[in-house]
């Protein structure tokens, strides 16, 4: 199994300019999350998907957007990019285990990120 | 929504020592309590988590404990290496909101 993949690992935009980064992964799971890492920051929940066609904005969706088509893939927009957007962007992947308080997000598994910078 | 505070933002330790962080969280119906560990270039990979019917979980070298009534929680690694020198991360989750809500990490150094 790969796990959770992500292409591009780079990528360099102009402002304006928009790109798609594409998320994937093998392990069946139900729900997949964006994030975004900014120093000092920690992981920001961009966006997130708890099921085929399903998405829901996370803390910072501003300037993005996603779909979830196949349950396996996952993909993050920017349609005009902004230098705010400067960021490495991780995919993630999990699955909800039931425990006797109900439903309960399991492990989240990362991908190896995206390293964007926008000029 | 769920804020989660982590600290301190840096540590510094000499091999062999213990390393404690510590992080606490507002939404008193979170349930689940993860720890990931980021090396430099890498992903977030999970090491430990904890849900909120047990106090105390250790694996190893590394333990977490929970406090529900004060609401923080814990990661303690003792006898450090110097592979484990990373960022750690601290989350928390109600669990049927389905998200996880990090803290903004703590640079861990082991000197040897």
Redesign the interface.
Same mark, same amino acid.
């Given at each position: 199994n790969a796990g959770v993949t992500q292409t591009p690992k780079f990528r360099v935009l102009k402002t304006g300019q928009s790109m798609t980064l594409l998320c994937a992964q093998d392990m069946n799971h139900e !729900?997949m !999350?964006w994030y975004r890492q900014d120093p %000092?920051? %920690? /992981?920001? /929940?961009i966006h !997130?998907s =708890?099921g085929e066609g399903t998405t829901a904005k996370? &803390?910072v969706p501003d300037g993005y957007n996603v779909s979830r088509l196949k349950k396996q893939n996952f993909l993050l927009g920017l349609e005009s990019a902004a230098p705010s957007q400067t960021s490495v962007y991780?995919c993630a992947s *999990?699955y *909800?285990i039931g =425990? &006797?308080? %109900? $439903? *309960? @997000?399991d @492990?989240?598994y990362?991908? $190896?990120?995206t390293r964007l910078t926008v000029l | 929504g769920e804020n989660v505070e982590q600290h301190p933002s840096t540590l510094s330790v000499q091999e062999g020592d213990s390393a404690v962080i510590k992080c606490t969280y507002s939404d008193s119906a979170s349930n689940y309590f993860p720890w990931y560990k980021q090396e430099l270039g890498k992903r977030p990979q999970l090491i430990i988590d904890i849900r909120s019917n047990v106090g105390e979980k250790k694996d190893q070298r590394i333990a977490v404990t929970l406090n529900k009534t004060a609401k923080h929680f814990s990661l303690h690694i003792t006898e450090t290496q110097p592979e484990d020198s990373a960022v750690y991360f601290c989350a928390a989750s109600r669990g049927n909101d389905y998200k996880l809500s990090f803290g903004a990490g703590t640079t861990v150094t082991v000197r040897a």
């Open positions: !729900y !999350y %000092g920051m %920690g /992981l920001r /929940l !997130y =708890v996370g &803390e991780f *999990s *909800s =425990v &006797e308080a %109900g $439903p *309960s @997000t @492990t989240q990362f991908g $190896p990120g | -």
